[in-house]
């Protein structure tokens, strides 16, 4: 035995920021612990495993989605290492073109200085260096979070290698028919003067004006047809009026001309099926410079298309209106309108309507002439392997949302109106034609000239996104093999938000399979979206998005990063709220006093760490000696890892954090460790006593490494006190536990009835008010000699976990005042005189029986009337049909306790 109580044991109090400080991401990287090699697994064999990680903007800062979808992503990496895999995370980091143009803009415009002042090389400059200085903030708070990337491998969208790639990818669709120059309708942003993605592009509630405006007949004079619009300042760029053909109102209509109010135009009355008959009037006018829709409209009935919004979001019309702001122009067309006879009616509105992500202006649908990728041609074989299930999507219902994308697919305009980002690799001769090429004396030969101009437009950001299963592992064009793309690619899970499913998700299925002719993940998993406690989606205008930094402080890394899985199951939303961060910081205390308790019991009965070390490496669990406890805990640890990585398997992670949370609060603390310190207590020999101890520790180590995915730092530092290990190792590189069949099959009856009496003790106890403090006598009329052996063996683990004094007795009369129960056949009795004031017991359950009894009353008035019966919904019925049996049940039981008390 050892006297020494500081030999192995754990600071009293878990503190966070020490353990956290110790362990942190850069302490592991130092060690190389997260290093992945191609080497590993082309020349070693090693079964491969890869993770991209969505690349977080440059501008980021850390949010609770980051949080979410990187504590993801290491779970799943963390897991693949510890068991066996070579595990490679690919991280990096997006330069997110508008947001990062648009925040070194406003810097400069506070020195009082334009992008246009500088001119393209010295803004760039600009831009690099504020990249260098801010742009890596993001990537410090995901190592504070502990997320387990292979470091060396960061690579930024504007690298070099990535650059590459870039503009192969681009001529190689480019000369594959895939790229083209077009003039189409696109998203205009009025503010940062750029075309933006649809997901730049968010959606809000707006209300607006409904107005109804009459256009007089060319043909018959003082005849209008009425259409209905919210943008009337559009009209000035009207082409025609369209009916749906099917509209009995209009048929006599089609073919006649329409005068548009104040521009005097002539325009046609054509019929198309686009038109909604129900909306409005179902006449609708046709403006294809200033609408998408009416742009495809148009393009079918062979017309022309006019601009009257410029690209500042100014009107550029010859109707006195030049120069007006949009919205401006709108109040005062509003008025002309009127005056002059054919403003109909005006309604409020209330519609969607897209707005500038960063701008936060509304959008402009703008005709332009852009840069575009056919994707048609691309999206068939995307689909393809999704619906063959070479890709699998997980929640599996949004294959449908990514059907509907890929059936409905549209061309993707690339070109953006910026500077920072990739330069389209375009260059115009002096008769405007274009030279795709990957540098400038490349065009140059092409064109047979060097009076060449480039493009001034970089490529939309999400180019280089969906090339990012490649570029990361060094591909830059077609022709690249290199060791990783060999071992690594395709990759094994993406996680991302089902938000950019089609944005980013589709596109790189596209660009893996157009540019590597393979797949390039064979998993998507789609996180939940977080939300307020009252349902609201996070946002920093709401001021419901807390700084995980802050909570990381308040509560710890770890307890953040359980709590944010253990309340996210598979495709439902998270509803977060900080204070559910207890649930995590008193789980990793709860680890952490058991550890305690664990390591006190070990200094008593080992004299120092090489005795402790030696036995236990030793320690076979297959031959534990008479030890009900200690046979119950290896089955049920055995169940637990079973369906542990059974829910890997399936990526319900949510089931994974809440199994273990399971086992070790319930199974390992609450039953096992009380019945160890009951055992330990008894008259064991040495070697027994080690045994049990022995047992606790392997049961606890193989639980934390279960636990490491998800909360790495707690787990490294008590993995660190069970041996003396160097701090050069890890928990991270240690092997997963995997279930033992002959362990988890062991029958646990005995311990089980055991249980299964003490909780009807307790149950007893609580019925009857009988205080915890207070050792009740509690007596067994076994049901069988095989039951009689378990209690005598159990006596001690009964009393101490009942809190009471047991015994066995023979006679078939139930002691008075005595509350009765039968477990499996065998009754018991908690004997209740001495206990509690019958009195004072007696008049409460009088209290309670009566209202009990009320309330029977109630129900069956309810469900005897017709009128109800008769006529209430079948589920309604029955559910309260359920409840006065319910009750009833409820007022037998109190009837009954009532006559335990009785004379």
Known sequence: MSDNSTLFNLEKTYNHHDVEERWRSSHWEALGTFHAESTRVLDEGKTPYSVLMPPPNVTGSLTLGHVLNHTLQDIFIRYSRMTGREALWLPGTDHAGIATQTVVEKKLKKEGVTRHDLGRKEFL?????????YGGLILRQLRRLGISCDWRRNLFTMDESASTAVINAFIALYRDGLIYRGTRIINWCPVSQTALSDEEVIMKPRRDKLVYLQYELVSHPGRFITIATVRPETILADVAIAVNPEDPRYKDLVGELAVVPVAG????????????IEFGTGALKITPAHDANDYEVARRHNLTAISVVGKDGRMTDSFGYGGMDRFDAREKILKDLKESGNLVRVEEYEHNVGYSERADVVVEPYLSEQWFVRMAPLAEKALQVVNDGDIRFHPPHWINTYRHWMENIRDWCISRQLWWGHRIPAWYDSEGRVWVAASFEEACHLAGTDKLVQDDDVLDTWFSSWLWPLTTLGWTDRHSDNADLRAFYPTNTLVTGPDIIFFWVARMIMAGLYFKGEVPFRDVYFTSIIRDMKGRKLSKSLGNSPDPLKVIDTYGTDALRFTIIYIAPLGQDVLFGEEKCELGRNFATKIWNATRLVFMQREKYFADSEAFAAVYREFDPRSLRNDLAGEWLLASYHAMLERYHTAFAQFRLNDIVRNVYDFFWNDYCGWYLEA??????????????????????????????????????????????????PSEESIASSSMPVADTVLAGIDTGSFTLIQKVVSEIRSLRSLFGVPHNVEAVVQLRPGSDADRAVFETGMALIASLAQCRPGIIRNAERPKHAAGSVVEG???????????????????????????????????KKLSNSGFADHAPKEVVEQEQQKLKDTVDNLEKLKSNLEVLSD
Not at 266 to 276: C, E, F, N
Not at 832 to 837: F, R
């Open 125 to 133: 400059d600009h831009v690099w260096q504020w990249r260098d200085e």
């Open 265 to 276: 135009r002539h325009i046609p009355i054509i019929a198309d099926a686009y038109v909604d």
């Open 826 to 860: 065998n009754e018991l009795f908690v004997l209740l005189e001495g206990l509690i004031s019958f009195e004072k017991e007696r008049a409460r359950l009088q209290k309670e029986i009566a209202n009990v009894s009320n309330y029977v009353g109630a129900l069956t």
């Open 676 to 725: 160890m310190k009951v055992r330990l207590s008894g008259t064991l020999s040495e070697s027994e006593a080690q045994e049990a101890v022995c047992l606790a520790v392997h049961v606890l180590e193989g639980t934390l490494k279960a636990l490491h995915p998800v909360m790495p730092f707690i787990t490294d530092e008590i993995w660190h006190h069970i041996l003396p290990r």
